[in-house]
Structure formats: structure tokens, C-alpha cells
DNA sequence: CTGGGCATGTAACTCGTTACATGATTAG
DNA sequence: CTAATCATGTAACGAGTTACATGCCCAG
């Protein structure tokens, strides 16, 4: 009975990170957070669900119940094979939903110092993503695994924000485009 | 009674819209889709239950039912209100789910040649949106409006990706790396 | 040996998507 | 003047979020 993979995206991202061993949902929810977490956004919740659900289908093993209520997940044979089944099939266009690029969008309708001001607390946000970005980056040094390959796209992203950032006309504040003391101090990474 | 702001940043953007005159559901669509609409995805499903929602509240006023109940709202005073004061409150972070990131972070269980395929199809549609903004910034030339502002971050973005895309190690195909027939043809948009 | 915080999970709700219905409009 | 297509919307379902419950663990 070919069931026509039954898999949502979000599911089938578990079995892939099953694949290194088991995992609790706290533990899978973290793994996942901390590696593709900000191009694959998924939550906690969604996690124990969709476990129950492979569970269901045969696709993982729950293992004994630990402290906590913790129960560990592990992925079967028959899960191997519809994660492979499912990985190869064409990904789905990118979904992005930017609140902030909304506001500046109707920037009109608010008062330009508190635009301002969101920008500059976004601003310093990136910045920081961007930092680990470099680290990871420096890390992987001239890998090219698959993971480090993901990774620079990250880097790509933030330092596209960050251009954006200091393309913006003199949104006022220290964080501000012509703020000279950040240039030079890394030139853009070289391709 | 200061009734806490019960517009979701969907239904938000819709009264955002409706500032320039009175819109059907299916007009909003594609105006959201033809402006923002990569960096603010929503479907049409949405826009209609949202426009319901939104005349319920008081903030839309539904008008005469047209040809195939065609119906136009208009933004009615209590909306521009519940508009300004939902545009002044800090934007979340933005949220991303990009598949062909995951397909390409798990690149271990599927068939290179495969990957490769995927690459390169996701490679032609970016292509033609960056050549679409970059027409756009075009168009703009130096003009520092919101919209302007908005729609240079969809440049950088696209321009990220295509370097993402140019960095990959061979990934066979005519739409390759080291594909010079275009290089040079135009350079990085300056900032 | 206790109380506050954190690890772990569940439930309820809201949002987003898919599938479908229906009535204009237009090509031939 | 009919069939195909497209504009317009609705309904049902599935995915994502928020709010909450519970019990372990460690600082004092």
C-alpha cells in the first residue's frame, strides 16, 4: 500500500534529526532550534505532536518513560525509509513573513523616531546573528559538508540585512549607517 | 474600553491596504501579493475570514455586493485608529521556513543528482525575482520613499541568495558557479 | 528540607492551507 | 451559444501558537 507520504514537512524534519539517535521532544525541539532553527521555525508544541503522530504511523519507537515524564523517540527502519522517500521530493518555495519590512512598508503611518527606534533594536539583533554566523563560519573553515553549506547561507542572509540596515537614510541613532568605527573591521566575506 | 489591540498582524495588514480606497478581498490579495507579498505571505482563505473579522470589530464597513458577490470594504475611522495604534507597536521577528535549506542541510540522504536538480530549479525562479527587483530599484532610482526602502531589502535578499547559490561547489548544471557567460554583466548593486 | 525555577509535556485556540462551489466572461 | 476559463468566495481541515499543568532539581 503505497500511502502517499502522509509526511508534513514539519515531521519528516524530525525523523531527519532522529537519525543521530534518540531524542526526547525537549531535546529534538532544541537540536533543531540551534542548527536550522531560523530558516525552519517550528515550536515546542509542534514537536510533541507530530511525535505522537510518527509514533502512530510506525515511524518512531517511544523508549522507556524517564524523569519528567521525558520519553525518548527513536526512528525505525520503516521510518528510514519515509524520511528517504520524503527528502526526495521538490522542496516548497521559501515562506518569509518579516514583520518589520510591514512597518517600514507603511512607514507613513507611524511616527518616524519610534520607526527608528525599531529598526536600531532589530539592528542589534542582527548584528548578533550575524557574529555567530562569522564564528560558525570560522569553524568550518573551508568544509564543505552539507551543515556548513547550510550555515552560509545564514551568514548570506544576515549580511544582506545588515547591508539593508546601513542602506537605510540616516536612521538616527548610534547603530546608524555612517557609523565609520564598524568599517573595515571585516570586509564582506569573500566568495 | 481600551479593548488590547485584538488585530492580528494579518488582519492589520489588510486595514493597512484599504488606506488607498475600498478593495474586494480578491483585489487585497494581489495588491499584498505584487508588493510585499515575499516578505509577507498570506493566502486569499485568510484575507476573507480577515475581512469578516474586521467588519464584525467596526473597522471595515462592507459595501454594495457586485457581479459574482463581489464585495468591496472601505476602512472606516475606528479602523485608522486600530491601524496607527497596531503599526506603532514593536514587530516580531521575522519567521522563515525555507525548505530547500532543509532538503540541503540533510543533502547526505538523497542522491546528489537530485540535490543538484532541486538547486537548479530553485536557482531559475530566484533569478527572475532578482532581475524583477532589480527593474524596480530601477524604477526607483534614488527615491528614499517607504516603498522604495521595502523593496531594496527584497534586492539584497535576492542578491544574498544568488551568491548563496553561486558559492555551492559545482553543483552541475548550465546554471552553475562558474557560469561567466554572466558575470560582469551587472555588478552588485552598490549601497 | 523547602520553595522557586526550569525541564517536560498537554490542551485549547487561532491562524494558514487545500479543496471545493458558483457565477461571470470570453474565445471559438 | 456553448465550453472553457477565470474571478470570487466559502468551508473543512491541518498546522502553529499561547497558555497552562506538573513534577524534578538545586540553592539556600
Redesign the pocket.
Known sequence: MPQKSLL?P?AASLLGFLHHGER????LAEVVEQSIGQFW??????V?REL?TLEELGYVDAGQEG?????PYAINESGRRAFSEWISREPAPE?I?FPLLLTMFFGDSLPRERLDRFLRAHRVRHESRLEEYRNLADGFGASQDFVALTARFGLFYEEAVMRWFDSLPSFAGDAGPRADKQKKKRSATKT
Chains 1, 2 share one sequence.
Request: net charge positive; aromatic share 10%.
Open positions: 508534513n514539519t526526547t521532544g525537549w531535546e521555525n517550528l515550536t515546542r508544541s509542534q510533541y505522537r524523569a519528567r515524564a521525558r520519553r515562506l513573513r
